[in-house]
């Protein structure tokens, strides 16, 4: 059961390097999200998808882009690292349209930007 | 708009005790609550949710939630912990509404149990 897969699992990056963090899916999930957690914090949205060729800003989406070409892939990337970007990133997935439905995620990608 | 707010931010408890952690809402329309549970350096995992019907619902674990709708409350017991329920507790909320598909996330509660 692979689920919800992100790559890498950690990442140190200088300040002003840009860097692309993968995610994929296999439950043919329509929905896919990027998080962030901040230390003491809940998760904050960045980007969302409802599908392949369509995505939608979050709470948190300065500094950050994504794309959506197939249903399973949804990279996040990070242009001109700040250290206000140091956290750990959660892509996740859920099935539908609809607020009733469970939202699978992945194992997190920890980022240090110094 | 929707909200969430975890009312503990921290909840120490003995082994084989029982612990409440908190939860209230805040949302214009109806409501899907949910609890997650995050163990350390994994990612957020379902224990519970509540779509309709019943208002105490039952997850993984000997988890449980009671939906109180006059209190916009949610909140998460269990009747004795153990060791491993040490974790972080997030308490979501989303709607069927314009925020369709998008979850409102709490702080998190990190619940520690004790030898």
């Known amino acids: 059961n692979a689920g919800v897969t992100q790559t890498p699992k950690f990442r140190i990056l200088k300040i002003g390097q840009s860097m692309t963090l993968q995610c994929a899916q296999d439950?043919?999930?329509?929905?896919m999200y990027w998080y962030r957690q901040d230390p003491g914090m809940g998760l904050k949205l960045i980007y969302y998808?409802?599908?392949?060729?369509?995505?939608d800003k979050g709470e948190v989406p300065n500094g950050y882009n994504v794309s959506r070409s197939t249903t399973e892939d949804f990279p996040l990337r990070l242009e001109l690292a700040a250290p206000s970007q140091t956290s750990v990133y959660f892509c996740?997935?859920?099935?539908?349209?609809?607020?009733?439905?469970?939202?699978?995620f992945g194992e997190g990608s920890w980022l240090t930007v110094v | 708009a929707q909200s969430v707010t975890q009312l503990d931010s921290q909840v120490p408890v003995f082994e084989e005790a029982p612990v409440e952690l908190r939860c209230n809402y805040s949302?214009?329309?109806?409501?899907?609550l949910f609890w997650y549970v995050q163990y350390p350096n994994q990612g957020l995992q379902l224990l519970l949710k509540y779509l309709s019907g019943s208002t105490l619902v039952k997850g993984i674990n000997g988890f449980e939630a009671e939906f109180n709708k006059s209190q916009t409350s949610f909140h998460l017991r269990k009747p004795s912990v153990h060791i491993s329920d040490t974790a972080e507790y997030f308490c979501?909320?989303?709607?069927?509404?314009?925020?369709?598909?998008?979850?409102?996330f709490g702080d998190g509660t990190t619940l520690t149990v004790k030898p």
């Open positions: 979501a909320v989303s709607d069927g509404g314009t925020n369709a598909g998008k979850s409102t």
């Open positions: 996740a997935s859920s099935q539908d349209r609809g607020g009733r439905n469970t939202i699978y």
């Open positions: 998808s409802v599908g392949a060729g369509i995505t």
């Open positions: 949302s214009s329309v109806s409501v899907y």
């Open positions: 439950m043919n999930h329509n929905y």
